[in-house]
Each structure stands twice: as structure tokens, then as C-alpha cells.
């Protein structure tokens, strides 16, 4: 295989959509929201990059994705895309409250995530906060998070919300993805992503990306993740 990339299996029924989709090297040729395809546009993104190809089309059709590629790789949209558009097909709106969470494990992370939800998401009506803590105290955050519907966090901050705000409540979460989960585990955060998982709900979908396949990597995948595609990509995208 050319490029590198591993797509483990198919879905029964959606194989074919699948294919169709695998087979898309643009994100013109993905079924995505006419409102997503201008934000890439505007953003200039036209061509996708190999972890992108091989997990978009299996997150768009609602399996958990375990994804591991290199840092540079462009994991970032080939995760944000499906969380837009998995809310956006819900018609997710400003009642339904948190339909999405992103845990990345550094401020400096999440802020990069969230600058690229800014710019993809521009033309959606779904609204998006970081949870990251630092110099806003976590009160302001407080007032805010009920209405957000996209959070990307730190895991202290997220676990911090769920214990602390009285307001904040993810029980309609539909979509978790686990960022750089080899380094979350390395800051010592496995027991409050465990503390985190034990408060959202088992009927969603996760996408967990990784650079290193290490063995406390595979237990998260096994506590997080249902029946995932595992989606390796060695070579250059
Ligand atoms: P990773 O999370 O795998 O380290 P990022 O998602 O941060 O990588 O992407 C690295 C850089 O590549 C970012 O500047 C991002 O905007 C850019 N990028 C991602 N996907 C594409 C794409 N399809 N086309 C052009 N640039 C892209
Ligand atoms: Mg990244």
C-alpha cells in the first residue's frame, strides 16, 4: 500500500459508501456540510492528508477511530471535522448543551485545536469554548459552559467542571475524542480520564489519536473505545 495507510474493515451495509469515500483524496469528495466544505475553502485546505483519508470516512459513518500518526500528520482536522459535522447533522442547537468534548493534554495544545475549530467551524452555528483553565478563573468559565455545544480541554479543567459546575451536564454527549493520548498518559493524567469517562455517557462515539502505540495507550483504548478501526499511517502523507 502506497501511502501507508491501514483501513481495517468495513462496516456491513456501508461498505460501499465507504469505498467511495476511502477513495477521496480532496475533502471535496467527502460528503460533508456545504457549510464545512467553505470553511475548509476559506481556510485553503483542499488536499487531505493521509490520517485524514483514512479517518474521516470511518468517523463520518459512526465508528470509533483509533488513529496513529506522527505529529505534522494533520490529526486535528481529522477529528474536528467529524464532531462539526456529526452535531451539525443532529441539527445540534445553543438548548441541546455539550454534544462534543476534545481533551488534549496541554493549554498550549487545546488553544491550537480550538483556533482551527474557529476557522473550519466559521460558517456553523455551533458555539465552542475552552476549558483550559490558566488566567480566567474557572467562575468565568462557570457562567459560560452550559451553553457550549464543542468544549476542547485540559483533562484537570474538564474534571473540574463536572465535579464543581452545577450547571454543567455532557449526559447528551455524542462525540469524545481523546488528543496526543500517549502524552496525556505521560502528564499522569490517567486517573482523571478514568474519573471523566466514569461521568459521560457509554452510547457515543470516540476518536482516539496517538503518535506512539505504547501499552497504557491500548488499555485507554480498550476502556474508551468500542469496536474501533485501527488506523495506522507509517509513511510521509
Ligand atoms: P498533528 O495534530 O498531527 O500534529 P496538525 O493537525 O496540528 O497535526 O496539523 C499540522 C499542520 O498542518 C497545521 O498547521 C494544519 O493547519 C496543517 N494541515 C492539516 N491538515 C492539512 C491539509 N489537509 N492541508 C494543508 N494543511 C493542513
Ligand atoms: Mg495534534
Avoid at 479517518?55 to 486535528?76: E, N, Q, Y
Avoid at 462525540?175 to 474519573?195: C, K, Q, S, W, Y
Avoid at 491500548?218 to 469496536?227: I, M, N, Q, Y
Amino acid at each position: 500500500n502506497p501511502l501507508g495507510v491501514t483501513i481495517a474493515k468495513e462496516g456491513e451495509g456501508e461498505g460501499d459508501r465507504l469505498k467511495a469515500y476511502a477513495g477521496a483524496k480532496d475533502f471535496t469528495g467527502l460528503p460533508l456540510s456545504d457549510r464545512t466544505q467553505r470553511g475548509l475553502k476559506d481556510s485553503k485546505f483542499v488536499h487531505m492528508t493521509a490520517i485524514q483519508r483514512a479517518a474521516i470516512p470511518h468517523a463520518l459513518c459512526g465508528h470509533d477511530v483509533l488513529g496513529a500518526a506522527k505529529t505534522g500528520s494533520g490529526k486535528t482536522l481529522a477529528f474536528l471535522i467529524p464532531v462539526i459535522e456529526k452535531l451539525y447533522r443532529l441539527k445540534w442547537g445553543s438548548m441541546d448543551g455539550v454534544g462534543g468534548i476534545i481533551i488534549s493534554p496541554t493549554r498550549e495544545l487545546a488553544i491550537q485545536i480550538f483556533d482551527e475549530l474557529r476557522k473550519v467551524g466559521k460558517h456553523h452555528s455551533i458555539s465552542a469554548g475552552l476549558l483550559i483553565g490558566g488566567r480566567k478563573g474557572v467562575g468565568t468559565e462557570k457562567e459560560t459552559v452550559g451553553a457550549l455545544n464543542i468544549l476542547v480541554c485540559t483533562p484537570g479543567r474538564l474534571l473540574q467542571h463536572m465535579d464543581e459546575t452545577p450547571n454543567f451536564d455532557c449526559s447528551q454527549l455524542q462525540m469524545l475524542v481523546l488528543d496526543e493520548a500517549d502524552r496525556i498518559l505521560d502528564m499522569g493524567f490517567a486517573g482523571t480520564l478514568n474519573a471523566i469517562l466514569g461521568q459521560i455517557p457509554k452510547e457515543r462515539q470516540t476518536m482516539l489519536f496517538s503518535a506512539t502505540q505504547t501499552r497504557s495507550v491500548k488499555d485507554l483504548a480498550r476502556l474508551s473505545l468500542r469496536d474501533p478501526e485501527y488506523l495506522a499511517v507509517h509513511a510521509e502523507s
